[in-house]
């Protein structure tokens, strides 16, 4: 069974990628993700503010960013340790690559517009395979307009793009006026594949301390549903590499995320929850659901369901909210 595919111009064995989490910071854990079957590994990414920390109180730092991806919560368990450098960033790259074959993609969350640049020279450098640029931004602001900040996110894959020679992808959040509108946006101004959507954790509240308390829970199936629309709706307009992130935890979710459109899919909580050897599972189970389906590839059933494809699209988007809500009541 081919389960080939290509992501960002990188050939992939399988559609089946390690995304950003404490695990895949470490060597040890890429080797055997690789020995397990993984096609590519994204790291965790680089903060701004990790070169800044001695410039403002840590813990707020933490509170800003701690939900970024899956696991931020055990990354950030010990203070100390997020006070990473650029250097050691980049040497960490460049171990991975000569230790590992598995095609590396670095990741960059910046915040001033040179660091974009500076960090996307310097991790092409380090070996990276492809850039990721991880765009988690709190809009808090309420005289800054969506517009502005979709602009300036533009401005710096602009820059970034300039400056480097291998892919960049844009990690989004659903949390954009329009999305589809500002994917386009982005496959225009050069982005190479686009990774959706960020997976948030929101604070809960201590009512009898006062403050505000932090909860890790890990993604189950039900969190990919957002990500299956917003695959179906994108994957038919844009060119562009599509990744699914979030919410993958069975095969049956791996066939989703790729008939929506994803060309490959992220792994995090399900490896926190089953193992890395997990990989070959998902991998071996990918296999027999296209034979038991009679499919000779993945790239046949990709896009298989995305809104150029399915006989009726409004079945993904406003219709089904209005058929939702007037069955409910009749149950």
Same mark, same amino acid.
């Not at 064995?13 to 910071?25: D, E, L, M, Q, R």
């Not at 397990?36 to 990414?45: D, S, Y």
């Not at 659903?174 to 604070?203: I, K, N, Q, V």
């Not at 899919?265 to 296209?290: E, I, M």
């Given at each position: 069974?081919?389960?080939?595919?290509?992501?960002?111009?990188?050939?992939?064995?399988?559609?089946?990628?390690?995304?950003?989490?404490?695990?895949?910071?470490?060597?040890?854990?890429? +080797?055997?993700?690789?020995?397990?079957?993984?096609?590519?590994?994204?790291?965790?990414?680089?903060?701004?503010?990790?070169?800044?920390?001695?410039?403002?109180?840590?813990?707020?730092?933490?509170?800003?960013?701690?939900?970024?991806?899956?696991?931020?919560?055990?990354?950030?368990?010990?203070?100390?340790?997020?006070?990473?450098?650029?250097?050691?960033?980049?040497?960490?790259?460049?171990?991975?690559?000569?230790?590992?074959?598995?095609?590396?993609?670095?990741?960059?969350?910046? !915040?001033?517009?040179?660091?974009?640049?500076?960090?996307?020279?310097?991790?092409?450098?380090?070996?990276?395979?492809?850039?990721?640029?991880?765009?988690?931004?709190?809009?808090?602001?309420?005289?800054?307009? %969506?517009?502005?900040?979709?602009?300036?996110?533009?401005?710096?894959?602009?820059?970034?793009?300039?400056?480097?020679?291998?892919?960049?992808?844009?990690?989004?959040?659903?949390?954009?006026?329009?999305?589809?509108?500002?994917?386009?946006?982005?496959?225009?101004?050069?982005?190479?594949?686009?990774?959706?959507?960020?997976?948030?954790?929101?604070?809960?509240?201590?009512?009898?301390?006062?403050?505000?308390?932090?909860?890790?829970?890990?993604?189950?199936?039900?969190?990919?549903?957002?990500?299956?629309?917003?695959?179906?709706?994108?994957?038919?307009?844009?060119?562009?590499?599509?990744?699914?992130? %979030?919410?993958?935890?069975? !095969?049956?979710?791996?066939? +989703?995320?790729?008939?929506?459109?994803?060309?490959?899919?992220?792994?995090?909580?399900?490896?926190? +929850?089953? %193992?890395?050897?997990?990989?070959?599972?998902?991998?071996?189970?990918?296999?027999?659901?296209?034979?038991?389906?009679?499919?000779?590839? !993945?790239?046949?059933?990709?896009?298989?369901?995305?809104?150029?494809?399915?006989?009726?699209?409004?079945?993904?988007?406003?219709?089904?909210?209005?058929?939702?809500?007037?069955?409910?009541?009749?149950?």
């Amino acid at each position: 069974m081919d389960l080939s595919t290509t992501y960002l111009g990188l050939s992939l064995s399988n559609p089946f990628v390690a995304g950003p989490a404490p695990i895949t910071g470490r060597i040890e854990n890429i +080797k055997r993700l690789e020995e397990a079957g993984i096609a590519a590994v994204v790291l965790p990414p680089l903060f701004e503010e990790q070169l800044m920390s001695d410039e403002m109180e840590l813990f707020d730092w933490i509170d800003a960013h701690a939900e970024s991806f899956p696991e931020a919560l055990s990354y950030f368990a010990e203070p100390e340790r997020a006070i990473v450098e650029a250097d050691a960033y980049m040497e960490h790259i460049a171990e991975v690559k000569r230790q590992t074959s598995v095609p590396i993609i670095a990741g960059i969350n910046a !915040v001033t517009a040179a660091r974009w640049k500076d960090y996307a020279v310097a991790m092409e450098r380090a070996g990276a395979d492809a850039l990721e640029l991880d765009f988690y931004y709190v809009a808090n602001d309420p005289s800054e307009s %969506g517009r502005a900040i979709e602009r300036r996110f533009a401005m710096a894959l602009r820059r970034v793009k300039r400056n480097v020679s291998i892919p960049v992808s844009v990690k989004l959040t659903a949390f954009h006026t329009s999305l589809a509108h500002f994917a386009c946006s982005l496959e225009a101004e050069g982005a190479d594949g686009l990774t959706l959507l960020h997976r948030f954790y929101e604070a809960d509240l201590d009512i009898e301390k006062l403050e505000p308390v932090s909860r890790l829970h890990l993604s189950d199936s039900r969190e990919l549903l957002l990500r299956l629309r917003w695959l179906a709706i994108i994957s038919a307009n844009v060119k562009c590499s599509l990744a699914a992130s %979030g919410g993958v935890q069975s !095969v049956e979710d791996v066939v +989703k995320a790729i008939m929506t459109g994803a060309d490959c899919v992220r792994l995090c909580s399900v490896l926190q +929850k089953h %193992g890395l050897g997990h990989v070959s599972t998902l991998r071996d189970g990918l296999a027999a659901w296209l034979e038991q389906h009679e499919y000779e590839s !993945v790239r046949q059933m990709r896009g298989s369901m995305n809104f150029k494809s399915i006989p009726d699209p409004k079945a993904l988007s406003r219709a089904h909210y209005m058929h939702l809500l007037s069955s409910w009541g009749s149950q």
